[in-house]
């Protein structure tokens, strides 16, 4: 394996630039909103798949994948259980980091900011938009805690379905985080590792814009 890790290199190409090079915006969400379209455009597999990153009591830093499911007012949306690790992590301490591969393009976004519950009227909404195996699943599963086997899980998916015949009701807790950012820095790979590097940082309503060294 290490001679097989030594001999991968990817030296990159140089994209076209035309959505980054002068044309930066005054906020980060354009250029977000326009990477993330050329990572869909690109079939990109999982586009909206990103690395959370949160902390613990212990400072013990864990990562885990998630979806992004929304952009609502300069605020990066997902769903999980709100009784999980994550969100324990989030209770306790609140920032956290949204990270973004999209390697057809070798682009990389990286977030940080803080999060919070969203309303629960739009964990309702969302929630409700769910195929009924996903609402029946988010009540059997208590994410993140031990399980005994893969047959507890399934009888607790037959009496989920059974209490609820129709409609599911979206358990209490289970919902939305959004994380308001506070820096976004989105990376392009360049040839001869010359990559770049554009940060946005807000101070107070400003959002102050660079470059980073690659
Ligand atoms: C492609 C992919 C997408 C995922 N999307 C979500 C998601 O949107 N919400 C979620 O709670 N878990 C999602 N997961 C599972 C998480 O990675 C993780 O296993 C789970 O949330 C428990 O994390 P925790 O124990 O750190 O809280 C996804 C996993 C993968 C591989």
């Given at each position: 394996m290490?001679?097989f890790?030594?001999?991968?290199?990817?030296?990159?190409?140089?994209?076209?630039?035309?959505?980054?090079?002068?044309?930066?915006?005054?906020?980060?969400?354009?250029?977000?909103?326009t990477?993330?379209?050329?990572?869909?455009?690109?079939?990109?597999?999982?586009?909206?798949?990103?690395?959370?990153s949160?902390?613990?009591?212990?400072l013990?830093t864990?990562?885990?994948?998630?979806?992004?499911k929304?952009?609502?007012?300069?605020?990066?949306v997902?769903?999980t259980?709100?009784?999980?690790?994550?969100?324990?992590?989030?209770?306790?301490?609140?920032?956290?980091?949204m990270?973004?591969?999209?390697?057809?393009?070798?682009?990389?976004?990286r977030i940080?900011g803080?999060?919070?519950?969203?309303a629960?009227?739009?964990?309702?909404?969302?929630?409700?938009?769910?195929?009924?195996?996903?609402?029946?699943?988010?009540?059997?599963?208590?994410?993140?805690?031990?399980?005994?086997?893969?047959?507890e899980?399934?009888?607790?998916?037959?009496?989920?379905a059974?209490?609820?015949?129709?409609?599911?009701p979206?358990?209490?807790?289970?919902g939305?985080?959004?994380?308001?950012?506070?820096?976004?820095?989105?990376?392009?790979?360049?040839p001869?590792?010359l990559?770049?590097?554009?940060?946005?940082?807000?101070?107070?309503?400003?959002?102050?814009?660079?470059?980073?060294?690659?």
């Amino acid at each position: 394996m290490e001679d097989f890790l030594e001999q991968m290199r990817n030296d990159h190409k140089d994209f076209d630039h035309g959505s980054l090079e002068g044309n930066f915006g005054s906020q980060p969400f354009e250029l977000f909103s326009t990477w993330f379209s050329e990572a869909i455009e690109t079939k990109q597999v999982e586009p909206n798949a990103f690395v959370l990153s949160t902390v613990n009591t212990t400072l013990q830093t864990s990562s885990r994948i998630l979806y992004l499911k929304e952009v609502m007012e300069e605020q990066f949306v997902f769903y999980t259980n709100y009784n999980s690790h994550k969100g324990t992590d989030l209770m306790h301490n609140n920032t956290a980091s949204m990270l973004f591969f999209w390697p057809n393009l070798q682009r990389q976004v990286r977030i940080e900011g803080v999060c919070a519950k969203v309303a629960t009227e739009i964990s309702d909404a969302y929630f409700a938009s769910r195929p009924r195996a996903s609402q029946i699943g988010a009540w059997a599963s208590n994410q993140s805690e031990k399980l005994e086997d893969r047959s507890e899980l399934e009888h607790r998916v037959e009496a989920f379905a059974l209490q609820f015949p129709t409609e599911v009701p979206r358990p209490p807790h289970w919902g939305g985080y959004a994380l308001l950012p506070t820096k976004v820095e989105f990376w392009q790979g360049r040839p001869s590792r010359l990559h770049d590097r554009i940060v946005f940082e807000r101070n107070a309503d400003q959002w102050e814009i660079y470059r980073m060294n690659p």
